[in-house]
């Protein structure tokens, strides 16, 4: 892409789905990717600056992403993908909705970031350690079937460096206005394509408060919000999470 | 060699079992500890201890800045140097310094330096830091710019420093479409510039390319040789000779007439290498802030942290000097043999260490310790 390399996960049958990552990095061939991509064929990048994408140390917002995943939309010619992005991910799409929302199908907002809290305050996930973040982003390990291959054993040094790499990304695309973009809200009413907003009640990074805020400011939005889960539903509630997306993205819902 | 009297002008006047409750005394111990009493009387009396250090001989005065921390108040090093331009005589002002990249305006920081040194009759010595992950976090600064902040400002007021105005700046972090300052250094082409070191290679080799005074704060004797080696690298890069007058370091040194006084005065200086300095990674390292070569050198140059070592540990390893007036200047000239320095720079005072004791120090290393180490 224009000289940075963009890793991705790509499978699956059906239309394209463009799956954004969050602040975390690209997770890759999850469970509930698994389920969705029977149904849909999932492109998964790696964002620039981020795990075995290429460095854009250029950038310097969430809208030069959106910038770029349009372009990338033509790149890889996606036609008209239906987007689902998660967190800063979530964040990406919404502002690419904003900017191009013909170019896009239906969207699946994750608890995304992007929005300035009504009540709370968005975590700041740079001011704690990578450990007090990961316990603060799930609400229950015990209940998350992915835990021990996702999160078990202990990481290698590559792996580390690769958490460093995406941390100091994101902190270049979000620091300030902190994970909040405060004229997003002026722009989503643009945004008439269908959308489904899912969050997790006991989110302690994004305040559950903001699916409430983007339901409002979308014209087609429903919100579900799953019940005993954190910031990461497509993890801790894998198939309930797959289910929800399949229903939405087949019109069976929203 | 030439002494500079340093103070960090701290406030530790709170409970020490106070400050142990929270994970730093850095940006988390709450300001209602902030004593505005106390703070106006040791201002004062920092200010006081300032000026006798000019009075009886120091060859300059350090001046520093932080934020949002009890171990040191002084929030604006350009203000403190306004004040000693006009109350001290002789005593260069050694800036070291201004945080470049925390700093929106460059344009008012140049201004700001030019008008210290214009009071003091060209006594500015400039220096620029990057500042600790602290100063980011206070000023909200992108850390991932941190870099590239500290270098464009830093062109940027040497530009105002030395090009002839109106001109315009558009570069990548500072945009300025008028720069034309009303307000130049008397010393030309500009003041010396001095630049600290803790552990970025980067930042030496960048000192050594242009020729500016280089400091490793605080570290061991062998970690300073290898970034005056670093420093020596740039340095040749662009074909410049390296003496002494441009190789510095820094310790926290007092002295008094006994060595048990001496010895226990210098204990305070453990709450400035422990306590201050405890807190988590990310607020002295926030994302991106550090290099990768960076943050190895960092580990390597810090195998054990200040933190942790005892007061005896840290008077062996020479980061604190204390001793009767002989002793002490024997330890420097020891330090100068190690590291071919021109430059001492002396912590000398932290809060605690009372007024007289502080007052005796200065007086002492005026008449005893600067005439032994000057023609070293």
């Known amino acids: 892409m224009n000289g940075v390399d963009v890793h991705a996960w790509v499978g699956g049958r059906g239309d394209p789905l463009l799956v954004l990552h969050g602040a975390g990095g690209n997770r890759g061939w999850t469970r509930w990717v698994e389920r969705v991509a029977e149904r849909y064929t999932v492109w998964a990048p790696t964002h620039p600056g981020f795990g075995g994408s290429g460095d854009a140390d250029w950038m310097e917002g969430i809208d030069d992403l959106a910038r770029f995943y349009l372009w990338f939309v033509d790149v890889a010619r996606l036609g008209r993908p239906h987007v689902l992005g998660h967190s800063i991910g979530g964040w990406t799409a919404a502002e690419m909705a904003v900017m191009s929302p013909g170019a896009l199908a239906r969207l699946v907002l994750v608890a995304p970031a992007g929005l300035k809290p009504e009540t709370g305050e968005i975590l700041d996930v740079f001011y704690y350690s990578p450990a007090r973040v990961r316990e603060l982003t799930v609400h229950d390990p015990a209940t998350v079937p992915e835990w021990d291959a996702l999160f078990g054993g202990a990481p290698t040094s590559a792996e580390l460096e690769t958490a460093a790499r995406n941390r100091e990304m994101a902190a270049r695309l979000t620091w300030k206005p902190y994970m909040h973009n405060p004229r997003l809200a002026r722009f989503l009413p643009r945004v008439t394509n269908p959308a489904l907003i899912v969050w997790g009640r006991e989110d302690r990074i994004v305040p559950a408060v903001c699916g409430e805020q983007y339901r409002r400011l979308l014209p087609r939005a429903t919100l579900t919000v799953l019940e005993a889960c954190g910031h990461l539903p497509p993890i801790e509630q894998p198939d309930t999470f797959a289910r929800l997306v399949l229903d939405f993205l087949e019109g069976r819902t929203g | ?376």
């Open chain 2, 1 to 376: 060699m030439k002494l500079y009297y340093f103070s960090e002008m701290p406030h530790h006047e709170f409970p020490d079992e106070e400050g142990d409750k929270y994970p730093s005394l850095r940006l988390e111990l709450p300001n209602r500890f902030f004593d505005r009493d106390k703070a106006a009387a040791n201002y004062r009396r920092y200010l006081d201890e300032y000026e006798l250090a000019d009075r009886v001989g120091f060859d300059g005065l350090m001046i520093n800045e932080h934020h949002s921390t009890p171990s040191c108040v002084n929030v604006g090093a350009n203000m403190t140097a306004a004040v000693l331009a006009r109350t001290t005589r002789r005593a260069k002002l050694l800036l070291l310094g201004n945080i470049l990249p925390i700093e929106d305006n460059p344009v008012r920081m140049a201004e700001q330096i030019a008008m210290a040194d214009l009071i003091s009759g060209g006594r500015v010595l400039s220096g620029f830091v990057r500042g600790v992950g602290v100063e980011t976090w206070w000023s909200n600064a992108n850390p991932v710019h941190n870099r590239e902040r500290f270098e464009e400002c830093h062109d940027l007021i040497l530009k105002c420093w030395t090009a002839p105005g109106p001109f315009r700046w558009e570069g990548r972090h500072y945009h300025f479409r008028h720069v034309n300052p009303w307000c130049l250094p008397l010393q030309q082409p500009h003041p010396p510039i001095w630049v600290p070191g803790t552990a970025s290679p980067e930042t030496a080799v960048w000192a050594g390319r242009l020729g500016y005074t280089y400091v490793p704060f605080l570290v061991p004797f062998d970690i300073a040789r290898e970034l005056f080696e670093f420093y020596r690298r740039g340095a040749a890069d662009a074909g410049r000779p390296v003496t002494p007058e441009q190789l510095g370091f820094l310790i926290c040194a007092v002295t008094a007439d006994t060595r048990a006084k001496a010895l226990e005065a210098g204990r305070h200086f453990v709450w400035r290498m422990g306590p201050t300095l405890r807190g988590p990674a990310e607020f002295f390292s926030p994302p991106g802030m550090r290099s990768r070569a960076g943050t190895q050198f960092a580990l390597k140059a810090r195998p054990r942290s200040l933190a942790t070592m005892s007061y005896e540990e840290l008077v062996a390893e020479h980061f604190i000097i204390a001793g009767t007036p002989d002793e002490v200047a024997d330890r420097f000239a020891h330090v100068q043999r190690e590291l071919g320095i021109g430059h001492l720079l002396l912590e000398a005072q932290e809060s605690r260490m009372d007024h007289a004791t502080t007052m005796r120090s200065i007086e002492l290393m005026g008449t005893k310790v600067i005439p032994a180490v000057a023609a070293l």
